[in-house]
């Protein structure tokens, strides 16, 4: 999963639940130093700015973050509550840290829920000292991934099956897309018997640009959302190309020859999402065809995720 936010805030911000429990709290440029009342628990609230949509995408939260260390293991963090608004979303109990210098501890967050109402990071701490060094516990800063996965939503036409399995290009396929944060669900399987399209004439294949033979195959559009793409597959297109992204405005999809490889689904469906070529055989985007690639699975890169992502055939979850 693509972490797409890490959002910070400073240990100074910390936010004490029984003042009458501490002895002191002390806000510096560096952190917030507290001293506990022997023998007390006490709760220490930390409030994350959140950014809930990004590119009209509901994010979910992966894990928090919190760097802090403790005068000794009289001063230990005893819990870790994490809440959307008012919803507690995550629960870590018994935990006892006490680390003598700022480190980085994690918190995950199961099920990476969806977030909507701002994050809240709850520390319960317990002090057994009986001297103020004891009691001691500095924070310095709290924090918290963000993640977004969306998905991408695909319905199989079948003209002529491919020499490359339909289940080969989907598995190739999701090779590339979920480990940068898209999930790539087949929705539907159709067989079209229009053996006048099976060797389909695209032109020049050039985004938005279409003829007459594939404005009538892409009008095949049975039980298709208007932001899913359909991949037809057929015999062969005229000029022959592996496959061929051009497709009618308003139905996005692409057309797949039957002896495409296995990663020209993949590379079809980038180009709907809105990628052009590069000249780089290790990228799903080369222009010089799927069956040089030299590195599989080959990557998308940052640029590339993020204009997918900004997509509008990219949908949550
Ligand atoms: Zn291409």
Redesign the pocket.
């Given at each position: 999963m693509a972490i797409t936010q890490a959002m910070w805030i400073h240990g100074n911000s910390i936010k004490v639940e029984y003042g009458d429990r501490i002895k002191s709290i002390w806000r510096a440029g560096f952190y917030a130093r507290i001293v506990g009342k022997p023998g007390t628990t006490n709760w220490f609230h930390f409030s994350i700015p959140t950014t809930v949509i990004v590119s009209d995408k509901r994010q979910m939260i992966d894990s928090v973050m919190l760097r802090f260390k403790s005068g000794s293991n009289k001063a230990r963090v005893t819990n870790i509550d994490i809440y959307d608004g008012e919803w507690l979303i995550a629960s870590h109990s018994n935990l006892g840290l006490n680390p003598a210098g700022f480190g980085l501890e994690r918190f995950n967050v199961p099920g990476k829920p969806e977030i909507f109402w701002g994050v809240g990071i709850s520390i319960g701490v317990s002090f057994t000292g009986t001297t103020d060094a004891q009691n001691t516990i500095e924070f310095s800063a709290a924090g918290c991934d963000f993640s977004l996965f969306e998905s991408v939503r695909l319905h199989f036409k079948v003209l002529t099956t491919p020499t490359v399995s339909l289940d080969q290009m989907l598995a190739s396929m999701r090779e590339v897309y979920e480990p940068i944060g898209f999930r790539v669900v087949r929705m539907s399987d159709e067989t079209l018997n229009l053996p006048s399209l099976n060797t389909v004439d695209v032109g020049s294949c050039v985004r938005g640009s279409t003829t007459a033979e594939q404005n009538t195959l892409f009008g095949n559009r049975n039980n298709v959302g208007a932001n899913d793409i359909v991949v037809y597959f057929v015999e062969a297109t005229n000029p022959p190309y592996n496959?061929c992204?051009a497709h009618p405005n308003g139905q996005p999809g692409a057309v797949v020859a039957s002896g495409a490889t296995r990663w020209t689904m993949g590379?079809?469906v980038g180009?709907v999402l809105g990628l052009s070529?590069v000249s780089n055989n290790d990228r799903l985007?080369t222009?010089n065809g799927t069956s040089n690639i030299t590195n599989p699975p080959p990557d998308l890169i940052s640029s590339e995720i993020t204009t997918i992502r900004n997509s509008t055939l990219t949908v949550n979850p």
């Open positions: 496959g992204a590379h079809e180009h070529h985007m222009g």
